[in-house]
Structures are given as structure tokens and as C-alpha cells.
């Protein structure tokens, strides 16, 4: 067994084996290096510079839920206690999901759709995030490319580049209510364009698109013969006396993927819940065998905890219609707030009033401050003078803009936007 015995010994750039060759140090996917900015990592790099003396205000982040304003009904901390407490739910569950969660899902995206999902439509996911990663894997064949909003959601991004597909980015227009740019989007799909990924109600843009631009949307894609990735996580959280239209009432036109989730229409992330839906009533997803490896994935990935599966059909049939408003008219409130308060400070602006999810992107005038160069100093500055926390929007593709939660109390709100306005005062290069 001595015989056996290997000797390293570093020689600082690598290892110098005891027979004499040697072995660099073994590195990292080069891809995840490529790919290393997110959401998550630049609050962490904010929440670091925190200001000691000030309360820390977090507006960066998309979780309402850790205010108390914003928790989740009774019934759905019921439904959960009485799944974990049958003992029923204590083993795996199938790959694709409990087959009766599946059911749930599939009759709660069907409302409204001019055609009826079943279970077999369903597959259930951790969060929204992983229907993402596993939609991104399925689509990537060699070569191909696919099309991201920007300003988009950065997880796409990581997603696409983890799994080699080439990202082609079509503008969502500031001045016309981040509708998105049909003519870019028709300039740059080619044979090799796999699927256009659109987001709504937006996340970052608390844009929420009309019947009319969505059905121009689903024309167009079926035009260049692609499907459409529809990201619904904010379904349903929309104001303002505007309706929320999904992609998938367009399916006969184009094939749609519904992506979506229980995390923020019922204020609990943290459960990691999420769904992809094949809204396909023609078939051609199955045709090109994407179905078959959405499955392939599911049956080698980890899938929810079972005992949130087990909860989901009754969270789904029982919260009430009252739960749903008064999350609304809080979200309504708090986006006026901002609204009202960026009109008030010269060196910010915004295109237009948010109308659902829970974000505003405000336009950065650099020009109009001394001693910021960029969304990223003035991010960072803020933090560290006022212990305010905003997303800069470069992680989003979007310089010199920040991107605000108003999933937050008036109070709050008011306190961050009074911080905001001293600190764009202070740094104005008009004083």
C-alpha cells in the first residue's frame, strides 16, 4: 500500500508531484466567473457598506414579506401545518410533482384561457428560479440563441449562459410604458432564435403590457416561428384599474411556457414553490420533444418539499378575494408614494406610474451630481450615508438607473424617500 503513496508539494502556481511533473491547481468553471454579478450579490456588496448610526431601509430587494404589513393569510399557514401534520407527506414525491398539486395548478392557470390545462401540462418546481435554469437547459440546442428583455431579470441571464445559449437583448422602450421594441425584436431573431422570454407584470419595470401589445407580441413570435417564455411570477398583482392578460390566452398563435409561482402574490418566497406550464394546444412543443426534456431534467433534479406540494391545492382554491385587495391597495399606495416623491427631485426621474408587481426603475441624471460617476457609486453612497439600500440597475442592464421595491410600509417608504432627497441634495452640483 506505501507504494501507493503520491507526495504534492506546492510550487505556488501549482502542484509539483513526487515523480517529478507538475499539476496546476484545480479552478473554477470559468463559465460561473463569466456570470458572477446578481441581484443577491450586489445587496450583499451594499448591505456591507450599511451606515452604523442610521436604520437600515431595504428597497433593493423583491421580498415585501419581511414587513409585517405584508404576511400571508391564515389559511395558507393552516394548509401547511395540516400537510406536515397527516405524516402523509414525509417521502419523496414523484419527479414531475404530486400529481393532485399538478391538477390545482393546472386549473388555476387555466382561468381564463380559452382552453383547458391538465395535469400533464404541470410540472412543479423550486421557485420560479429553477423553472427558469430547467426551461433555459431544454431550449439550449447547439448554436442556438434566444431573446431576454432588457431591463430583465439577471437569473435568465446566468441561466442561458450556464447552458451556452447565445443572449440577444431587445429593448423594453422607458417612453411607452416598457412596452417592448417588436421591429428590435423582429431585427434580431434569426433560424437559430429558440424561444423570446418576456416578463409581465415586469419585474423590473412594474409594467403590466395590454391585451393588445401581448397578442402583437404572440403575432410576432409566431411570425418568426419561435416560442414565447412567459415569466407570470407577479400574475395578478397589478392596480390601477388594470387587468392582467397571460401570454397563454395567445397560445394558438405561438406556443407559450408559463412560468410562475405562489412566492409573491401570496407574500412567502421562502417556500420556493414554482411551476412551468405548457400552454400548447396545438401540440408543437411536443413535436420538437420539449415537453420530453423538460421531463428528462425533473427526473434528475431535486423537485419542492413535499409538504408544500401537499399545501398548494388548498392555498390555491381557499385564500380569499379580501387577502388578495388589501395586498393590492398597500402595493397601490406605497408605488404612488414613489411616484410622487422622485417628481420632487431633480436629479431622478421616472418614465411612468408602476402598475403592478412591486418595482419602479428610476433614471439616474448623472449630470446633475457631484461626486457620482455612475448607478453604482450613487447606490453605494447612499447605503453608506443614509443606510437607504436600492438595486443599481447595471445589474439589470440598465446604467445609471435604480431599480426601488415599494413592497414596503408607507412609513418606510416616506423615510427612504426623505434620505433619498437629502442625499440627492447634497450631492447636487447646483449647490
Known sequence: MSGLKQVCVSNGSGL????????????????????????????????????????????????????KCFRTPINVEDAIIESTRSCKYNGYAPSYGLLETRGAVAEYVSSGLPYKLTSNDVYLTVGCSQAIQVCMQVLATKGSNILLPRPGFPVYETACGYS?????????????????????????????????????????????????????????????????????????????????????????????????????????????????????????????????????????????????????????????????????????????????RIQKINSLWCHSRPKGSMFIMVKINISALKDIKDDMEFASALVMEESVVVLPGSTLGMKNWIRISFGAPSATLEEAWDRIESFCHKHSNTI
Open 16 to 67: 509539483k508531484h513526487s515523480n517529478g511533473y507538475v499539476k496546476e491547481v484545480t479552478r473554477c468553471n470559468p463559465v460561473l466567473l463569466e456570470y458572477s454579478s446578481s441581484i443577491r450579490g450586489v445587496l450583499a456588496y451594499l448591505l456591507a457598506r450599511v451606515c452604523p448610526e442610521k436604520s437600515m431601509i431595504p428597497i433593493g430587494h423583491g421580498d415585501a414579506s419581511s414587513f
Open 164 to 340: 451556452g445559449i447565445e443572449i440577444r437583448f431587445y429593448d423594453l422602450i422607458p417612453e411607452n410604458n416598457w412596452e417592448v421594441d417588436l421591429d428590435q425584436v423582429e431585427a434580431l431573431a434569426d433560424d437559430k432564435t429558440v424561444a423570446m422570454v418576456i416578463i409581465n407584470p415586469s419585474n423590473p419595470c412594474g409594467a403590466v403590457f395590454s391585451y393588445e401589445h401581448l397578442l402583437q407580441i404572440a403575432k410576432t413570435a409566431g411570425h418568426l416561428g419561435i416560442p414565447i417564455v412567459s415569466d407570470e411570477v407577479y400574475a395578478h398583482m397589478v392596480f390601477g384599474g388594470i387587468k392582467f392578460e397571460p401570454m397563454a390566452k395567445f397560445a394558438s398563435i405561438t406556443p407559450v411556457i408559463t412560468l410562475g409561482g405562489i412566492s409573491k402574490r401570496w407574500l412567502i418566497p421562502g417556500w420556493r414553490f414554482g411551476w412551468l406550464v405548457a400552454c400548447d394546444p396545438h401540440g408543437i412543443l411536443k413535436q420538437g420533444k420539449i415537453q420530453e426534456g423538460v421531463e428528462m431534467l425533473m427526473n434528475i433534479t431535486p423537485g419542492p418539499t413535499t409538504i408544500v406540494q401537499a399545501a398548494v391545492p388548498s392555498i390555491l382554491r381557499d385564500t380569499s378575494q379580501e387577502f388578495f385587495e388589501q395586498t393590492l391597495h398597500l402595493l397601490e399606495t406605497a408605488a404612488d408614494i414613489c411616484y410622487n
